[in-house]
C-alpha cells in the first residue's frame, strides 16, 4: 500500500521532468526568434522567403498590430519559429517587445533595417503615396533601434545561455555598389551612429552574454536591379546557415 501510494505521490514530478524534457527538445529543434525593426524595412517579406512561403507579388507588411507566427522546418525536423513585431507606427508595438523580451523571452532576435530606405507608410485610414526622405528615415531606425536594443539588453543579462543578435541590412538591391560599406556601417566598432549604439548593447549585455553579426540581406529585387535572383537566394542562404549555426544546429 505504501509503495503504490508512493508511485501516486511521484507521478506529478516525473510527468514534471518529462514535460520539461520535451520542452527542452522543442526549444532545441525550434528556437523561437524575435523579428524587430520599424516599419516597411520588410520584416515580413524576409520571414515569408525564409519559412519557405513567399507570397505572390511580393506583398508588404502591412504594419499590423498583429503578431505573426511561422515555423520554418528541415529535412531534420528542425527550424525556427518567428514572431514579428510590429513597427514603430503600430498601437501594441511596446507590448509585443516587452513580451517577446520578457514575457517570454526568445532565443535569438533577427533585427532588419534598411539603410534609410524603408517604405514610407500612411497612417491607417489614409490613402496616397507618401514621401520618404533618406535621412529621416535613417534617423528613425536609430530612434527605433534605441527602443529595441535595451530590451535585448534586460532580456540578455537575465538569461542563463548566451542570446544572439544578427542585424539584417536588408533591400541591398538598392545600393548593390555600396553593400560591403553600407554592413559595415551598422557592425560594432564601425564609429556610426548605431555601431555606436551596438557597442553600447554589448557593453551593457555583456560580450558573452551576446553575439552580435550583420548580415546584407534581399528578399524582393527592385526593377533593373544588378542583384540577381540567385545572388538574393545567396544572402537568404548565407543569413539561415547563419542562425543555424547560433541555435546548434549544424
Known sequence: MRSRRSVLRSLPEAIGRGRDRVSGVFQYRYPTVAVTGMTGVGKTELIDHLSGRPRPGGVPESGSAVMERRVRRDRRLRGFRFRVVPGENAATRLGALDEVFHDDPVDGVLHVVANGF?????PAGTTGS???????????????????????????????????????????????????????????GS???????????????????????????????????PVTPK???????????RMAQLSGHV
Open 118 to 122: 524603408a517604405t514610407g507608410r500612411r
Open 191 to 225: 564609429g556610426t551612429p548605431f555601431g555606436d549604439r551596438l557597442d553600447e548593447l554589448r557593453a551593457l549585455a555583456g560580450g558573452a552574454k551576446l553575439s552580435v553579426d550583420v548580415l546584407p540581406a534581399c528578399s524582393h529585387l527592385a526593377e533593373g536591379s
Open 130 to 188: 507618401v514621401e520618404a526622405i533618406r535621412e529621416d528615415q535613417v534617423q528613425r531606425e536609430l530612434e527605433d533601434w534605441t527602443v529595441t536594443s535595451h530590451r535585448i539588453a534586460s532580456m540578455a543579462v537575465r538569461r542563463n545561455h548566451p542570446t544572439w543578435l544578427i542585424v539584417v541590412v536588408t533591400k541591398v538591391d538598392l545600393y548593390p555598389d555600396d553593400i560591403e560599406e553600407v554592413v559595415r556601417s551598422y557592425s560594432p
Open 231 to 241: 545572388q538574393r537566394d545567396g544572402y537568404l542562404a548565407a543569413l539561415e546557415a
